[in-house]
């Protein structure tokens, strides 16, 4: 860590409000056959408000307005999805599949719209970028998709050695990380991705990084969170390519959600030695100090995504549930209507099919 990097941590943990942890999840969605699957991203809270979540060969929607559940298509051919990304405007739904199959989705009508070209490998990495969408693949390339045009392929990049298992663009959209199963993460320019030259390579995670998301009060920052072999959590300044920060989790990194409320950060957890495994972690931003930690899930948490309001999180594990969390919100006091309410927000599993 640099010096003056280093500075800036120390003085910003100095001030902060005092936060309390939720005690337990508000809802558990039963969730049969959801694949136990690292390196997929079958779960997507849109903006919308409906959360949509691959069970096997299965596609569904739960709306979180109403709790009605929907099925949007069954996969066929020993086919399954292996990525899920709804449209920054809602109108469509994104699916990679395991045989390189990408597809697109009207959410209105629940019908499937085209088929985009390019893969030759499972795709279980996709994230869109206003009316381009983005596809990591198996096969090791990133294609830039426009989904408007007959010819959708606006780019395709080899730059990663193994497959890609994570992608997620900037706030601002002009830049793109991705991680992969050689343990590396590229950050490319969108105006520079037709030349395949890549802005950096950080090459200090000694395990697959599908964890990546960029911090929605600083720009320049981007988290990753390595796999069972590396458990760290690092931050890296884009502007400079340099990483200002690594925590050992002593956990498999999942998942990463920024809190848009509270400058922290919300970890997913899998496999560990440790007490830490299949947890929630909460980290105070950027001192990175754990606030604490959830527990709930009975395997490792495979997913993370966060509900339109940034309030709820809800984590997908293997053990075949859905847990969403009230993490995000302001301080709460821990009072007798509070009581009263956790009362009401009955915990009994309720199917998401």
């Known amino acids: 860590m640099r010096e003056e990097e280093a500075v800036a941590f ?4 100095k001030q902060h409000h005092r936060r309390q942890m939720p005690k337990r999840e508000v809802r558990v969605l039963d969730a049969p056959h959801i694949v136990n699957d690292y390196y997929t991203n079958i779960l997507d809270w849109g903006k919308n408000n409906t959360l949509a979540v691959a069970l096997g060969s299965e596609m569904y929607l739960w709306n979180a307005n109403n709790r009605n559940v929907s099925k949007l298509f069954e996969a066929n051919d020993n086919d399954r999805p292996a990525s899920v990304a709804w449209s920054e405007n809602t109108k469509y739904i994104a699916v990679g599949f395991l045989h390189s199959k990408l ?3 009207d959410a209105e009508t629940s019908k499937p719209i085209r088929d985009l070209e390019g893969h030759s490998k499972r795709v279980a990495a996709i994230a869109w970028n206003g ?9 090791k390339s990133i294609i830039n998709h426009d989904v408007r045009a007959r010819r959708n392929v606006i780019c395709q990049v080899k730059g990663h050695r193994a497959e890609v298992c994570g992608l997620k663009w900037s706030r601002r959209g002009n830049m793109l990380s991705s991680g992969g199963n050689e343990n590396h993460i590229y950050v490319w320019d969108s105006t520079k991705m037709s030349s395949s030259k890549y802005l950096h390579c950080f090459k200090e995670h000694c395990a697959a990084v599908k964890a990546l998301a960029w911090c929605p009060y600083d720009s320049d920052i981007l988290a990753s969170g390595g796999g069972t072999e590396d458990k760290c959590i690092k931050l890296w300044n884009v502007r400079k390519g340099t990483c200002i920060c690594s925590i050992d989790t002593e956990a498999q990194v999942c998942g990463l959600e920024w809190n848009r409320h509270h400058k922290e950060i919300l970890s997913g957890h899998g496999f ?6 299949n947890q929630l972690c909460l980290w105070r931003y950027p001192s990175m100090t754990r606030v604490g930690g959830l527990d709930g899930h009975a395997s490792r948490i495979l997913h993370l995504s966060q509900s339109p309001d940034g309030l709820t999180v ?6 075949e549930t859905l847990r969403f969390w009230d993490v995000f919100g302001p301080p709460v006091n821990d009072t007798p209507e509070m009581s009263n309410l956790d009362n009401l927000l009955s915990l009994k599993i309720s199917p998401i099919r």
């Not at 120390?10 to 943990?13: A, D, E, K, V």
């Not at 009316?131 to 096969?139: A, P, V």
Request: charged share 5%; net charge negative; glycine share 8%.
């Open 10 to 13: 120390q003085n910003s943990s």
């Open 103 to 105: 597809q697109l989705w």
């Open 131 to 139: 009316q381009m969408l983005t596809s990591g693949s198996h096969d």
């Open 272 to 277: 560990s030695t440790s007490t830490l495994q």
């Open 314 to 319: 809800v984590s997908a594990g293997a053990d």
